[in-house]
């Protein structure tokens, strides 16, 4: 299912957590962890779509 959002080239940590199902804190975790990949612009984190997408598509339901 594709999740809700509009489309741009980026995603923020909180469109990807909630489209995850998952915490903001957690998915930085992730991101620090090389787990997912992620840009640092200033203080935000951005998550190409390509990637994001990516990475939802290998998440198995109920994975935290």
């Known amino acids: 299912q594709e999740p809700k959002?509009?489309?741009h080239d980026l995603?923020?940590?909180k469109e990807l957590?909630?489209?995850?199902?998952?915490?903001?804190?957690?998915?930085?975790?992730?991101?620090?962890a090389?787990?997912?990949r992620g840009?640092?612009?200033?203080?935000t984190w951005a998550i190409r779509d390509s990637e994001?997408?990516?990475w939802l598509s290998t998440r198995?339901?109920?994975?935290?």
């Open 11 to 13: 995603w923020t940590v």
């Open 5 to 7: 959002r509009q489309t």
């Open 34 to 36: 090389g787990e997912l």
């Open 39 to 43: 840009e640092k612009i200033g203080t």
């Open 17 to 32: 957590a909630a489209a995850a199902g998952l915490t903001v804190g957690r998915l930085r975790q992730l991101l620090l």
């Open 52 to 54: 994001a997408r990516r």
């Open 60 to 64: 198995r339901p109920g994975t935290r």
